[in-house]
């Protein structure tokens, strides 16, 4: 479940950057949580999931803040001006992040072999953004280090509160949430941008496809399987599985968007994958 959502989100970057230079960075994170909500209310009507507790609004609300909002707005500025490969792989620092908020804020406490398998695994994540950069990260790598550590957070939130609510609710009604900013901000952006005049019909077809699919796929579908692996295996066994991210998306962008991949980056994820099978075998224990 957890690698069904890797897979879905490792398409975000490059459809991103198919999707921003129309739409624009801002409005499209914009759009995509509006689309994913809406998908989120027809999920609702049609199978009328339990109604959040009180006490489950708070988390849920953080949760659609981050993931609906700070990460899409992050990578979309990113994705301005670094190749979605390179973005990837600075996104692959998610999971040594998702361990921390996992140990500090839900008790899971794992062994010191695990966080040095982490450990390890980041650093090459690093050591390989700093090789694809010439030696240095880009101005825009500090939009990624904020969307990865947002989206970090979010996942720890919503993989401790899927345990007792599931994952497929804990998305539902976190974008159902993130509607009530969304929606009047979106219609605001669509007005600015002449859709009440039809304008929307002359847009390119790949980028309208690009967003449609980062809506319904990484934003809502992927988080579904995501957050119930998380809930399922622990938030910080089953982040590890994240550090195969950065090298799917390299994958992807040589196939969408004509970015090189070379034997180098085959190299760095086929040992970043023996890291994440080593990290999986690391004991992590929870503590009430």
């Known amino acids: 479940m957890g690698m069904i959502g890797i897979v879905t989100f490792s398409l975000t970057l490059p459809a991103t950057k198919l999707a921003v230079p129309v739409f624009g960075a801002i409005p499209s994170a914009f759009y995509r949580s509006s689309i994913a909500g809406i998908i989120a209310i027809i999920y609702v009507w049609l199978y ?48 040594l992040f998702t361990a921390f908020f996992a140990t500090i804020r839900f008790g899971e406490r794992p ?31 500090i939009a990624l280090i904020i969307a990865a550590v947002s989206a970090s957070y979010g996942y720890a939130e919503a993989g401790n509160l899927a345990q007792t609510m599931g994952g497929k609710e804990v998305v539902t009604w976190a974008m159902v949430l993130s509607l009530v900013p969304a929606i009047p901000v979106s219609i605001y952006f669509a007005y600015q941008a002449g859709w009440h005049d039809f304008a ?62 070379t034997m180098t980056n085959l190299g760095f994820a086929l040992v970043v994958l023996i890291i994440v099978v080593i990290g999986k075998k690391m004991r992590v224990r929870r503590v009430s």
């Open 48 to 95: 009328k999931p339990p109604v959040p507790k009180l006490k489950d609004v708070l988390p849920l609300s953080i949760i659609g803040l981050l993931i609906a909002f700070v990460f899409p707005v992050g990578i979309a500025i990113a994705m301005k001006d670094l190749p979605s490969a390179h973005g990837g792989v600075v996104l692959g620092l998610s999971p």
């Open 111 to 141: 062994s010191v072999a695990f966080w040095l398998t982490a450990i390890a695994g980041s650093a090459l994540v690093v050591l390989f953004s700093l090789y694809e950069g010439g030696g240095s990260l880009q101005i825009s790598d």
């Open 200 to 261: 929307l019909l002359d847009l390119p077809y790949v980028a309208i496809s690009a967003l449609l699919f980062v809506s319904i796929f990484p934003a809502y579908i992927g988080n579904v399987y995501w957050y119930s692996a998380l809930a399922l295996g622990g938030i910080s066994h089953i982040g590890q599985v994240q550090l195969l991210q950065p090298f799917l998306t390299l994958i992807f962008a040589s196939f969408l968007l004509t970015e090189s991949i």
